[in-house]
């Protein structure tokens, strides 16, 4: 069966420095990954989407990278700060036949601190 | 715009009773989804609407009902109600199956 795997050790660092989460699955090639954050007591926010025919994608200080042959994506927060606290999640499509079933990570918890 | 609301916020049940959680959302999103999310577990997802009058089931369906009578309104209803149901919800809404808005959550405690 499909599988996603994410960190569940929370990932510490100092402010500034760059935080790389890893997001890997089995079984599978999905057409394309999802990366929420979650802050406690909230609902996801979606971050960024990358396609399967996309290496990496960027969004302000967020890089995301996709590769197939790995089967891994990892998301980077560049010049971290303490407000980058968060449970982030990745997602992928496990549908088949056109159906849609996104399927969730359980999240890796990044503390940044001062 | 409001997003995506969902009432109540809390609820406490007796095992074996029914009740319906609420989702709306004013953005005109056709994609639409109900969530739960356990310690551990992660988010599972439990129905799907890809436009009114069209549901489809989840990976953990079982002991849930839902109905898509218009575009903003996706209710969830619970038919008897489980303790291993306890677990918080989340709705979401979607112009397409990808970039998900979701609400703030219903904490549901089974006893």
């Known amino acids: 069966s499909q599988k996603i795997e994410q960190n569940s050790e929370a990932l510490n660092i100092q402010e500034g420095k760059t935080a790389t989460l890893t997001c890997n699955y089995t079984?599978?090639?999905?057409?394309?990954l999802q990366w929420y954050r979650q802050d406690p007591g909230r609902g996801p926010v979606f971050l960024l989407l990358i396609r399967e025919n996309e290496k990496e994608k960027r969004k302000e200080r967020l890089k995301v990278t996709f590769d197939t042959t790995l089967k891994q994506s990892l998301f980077h927060i560049t010049a971290s700060q303490p407000a980058d606290s968060a449970t982030y999640l990745c997602a992928l499509d496990f549908g088949t036949g056109g159906s849609y079933i996104p399927t969730f990570g359980r999240g890796t918890s990044l503390i940044v601190h001062p | 715009n409001a997003g995506v609301t969902q009432t109540p916020k809390f609820q406490v049940l007796k095992t074996g009773q029914s009740m319906t959680l609420q989702c709306a959302q004013d953005?005109?999103?056709?994609?639409m989804s109900w969530y739960r999310q356990d310690p551990g577990m992660g988010l599972r997802l439990i129905h799907y609407s890809v436009g009114a009058g069209i549901t489809d089931q989840g990976e953990v369906p079982n002991g849930y009902n839902v109905s898509r009578s218009t575009t903003e309104d996706f209710p969830l209803r619970l038919l008897s109600a489980a303790p291993s149901q306890t677990s918080v919800y989340f709705c979401?809404?979607?112009?397409?199956?990808?970039?998900?808005?979701f609400g703030p959550g219903t904490r549901l405690t089974v006893t």
């Open positions: 079984n599978y090639s999905p057409a394309y």
């Open positions: 979401a809404s979607s112009y397409s199956p990808y970039e998900q808005y």
């Open positions: 953005m005109n999103h056709e994609y």
